[in-house]
């Protein structure tokens, strides 16, 4: 098979989110010739890499916007927003000269896992999938409170995410997409509404095998416990659900790391504060991919607080070290992650939720045994559902959209 990947970003990076293109198309080319287009932003990097580890079955065509179009500015979101709507034009333009050179079997568009966007790229004489996309979760609204200022944006984004079945755009996607993949159940009733039926609830993010410990990372027991919280400082990310759950555990020995930055970082460290949390908890800044291995392995608990996300891939990286993920019971996380690794919270009140992310605390403090346990579920199921695991049951989707009776392009495709 030859397939197309379209990727925004894309670097071998294992420490960023532009590495989920790169692994995917990486693991692919085991299985098959693939070519990757992608924006030339971290191209050094790529070409580095295949310098000292060639692959003859991956190929990458580099993309880029001309003059004050390309403004490539990470730390300006809606600028990287506009930036991406015009690079998927230009993208597309190249894939069609690409593919009346190559005749690909197959196109899959894994940018960014979001339903808002609409691509072009079924416009291709292939069959087009798409995806893991998310997206169609929202903000629980009784959680307004943590949101601040930020809610007028979350309450924006969820009507935008209640219209968008009805979007013409949307609407021509799912009804040319030989399949979509899909990683939440949110994202799932929005795209039905929209007239999807051909859909996979598949992340196709995994853990490299590499990445994977070979034995399970055993812990010291210890009297203390270490709680370990990552991601973006920002309103749907929720670290004050933790910080109001600690108020309930002052009489239990704990050590909480909290790693990344980001707009909140300020109120959310004077939150800390006020709550007489400074000798408990630890604000560590921006940590690299390769310090977070070692703080898994420092912490006894992963716990993570999303109140609105597609999917939390840092779960799964702390799984692989052997950790039990705390985690609120909903969207992504709630339905991918197997709940012999997880502690669960119902999302249902605040109140509620905080006192049960106190209970969970407790219990795994009281429990070393179940810390184990729950570790170590994690620790199989990150090891049986591995990026080349991801990789084997894709070539294998790939095969079934390109033999099915239901596929109205398969009559157009050159056998080979």
Not at 82 to 91: K, P, V
Not at 197 to 206: A, P
Request: net charge positive; proline share 6%.
């Amino acid at each position: 098979m030859r397939i197309l990947l379209v990727g925004f970003a894309c670097s071998p990076d294992h420490g960023s989110e532009q590495a989920i293109t790169w692994s995917w198309a990486w693991s692919l080319s085991h299985h098959c010739e693939v070519w990757v287009i992608t924006h030339p932003e971290y191209r050094q990097n790529i070409e580095d890499f295949l310098a000292k580890h060639p692959n003859p079955n991956l190929h990458f065509c580099f993309v880029q916007l001309a003059g004050w179009m390309n403004p490539w500015d990470t730390h300006h979101l809606g600028k990287l927003r506009l930036h991406y709507l015009f690079w998927q034009q230009e993208a597309y333009k190249v894939a069609k000269e690409l593919h009346r050179e190559i005749a690909f079997d197959l196109v899959h568009y894994v940018s960014w896992a979001t339903i808002s966007s609409a691509p072009q790229f079924w416009r291709l004489p292939i069959p087009f999938v798409w995806g893991p996309v998310g997206g169609g979760q929202v903000a629980p609204a009784l959680f307004r409170r943590y949101f601040g200022a930020g809610w007028r944006s979350e309450l924006l984004r969820t009507l935008r995410v209640k219209l968008l079945p009805w979007v013409p755009a949307i609407r021509k996607v799912v009804q040319q997409s030989a399949l979509i993949l899909t990683i939440n159940p949110e994202t799932v009733k929005v795209l039905q509404l929209a007239g999807a039926s051909r859909m996979e609830m598949f992340n196709i993010i995994g853990i490299a095998d590499e990445h994977i410990p070979k034995v399970f990372p055993r812990r010291e027991s210890r009297q203390s416990l270490t709680l370990l919280w990552a991601g973006r400082f920002e309103p749907r990310k929720g670290l004050p659900l933790l910080l109001e759950a600690l108020e309930h555990l002052r009489d239990l020995p704990l050590r909480v790391l909290v790693a990344g930055d980001g707009p909140l970082r300020g109120l959310w460290e004077a939150q800390a504060a006020k709550l007489n949390l400074g000798d408990t908890v630890k604000f560590l800044g921006m940590v690299s991919w390769h310090q977070m291995r070692d703080l898994y392995l420092e912490s006894d608990v992963f716990v993570f607080t999303s109140l609105q996300d597609t999917f939390g891939n840092v779960t799964l990286e702390a799984m692989a070290q052997g950790l039990p993920v705390l985690t609120l019971g909903h969207q992504g996380v709630g339905y991918q992650l197997p709940d012999v690794a997880t502690f669960k919270v119902p999302v249902t009140t605040p109140d509620e939720v905080v006192l049960q992310l106190a209970e969970g605390i407790r219990k795994l403090h009281a429990n070393p045994e179940l810390r184990h346990d729950m570790g170590n579920g994690g620790w199989e199921y990150v090891k049986s559902n591995s990026q080349s695991v991801r990789a084997e049951r894709m070539v294998q989707l790939y095969r079934r959209i390109l033999t099915s009776s239901e596929n109205p392009l398969v009559k157009r495709l050159p056998t080979r």
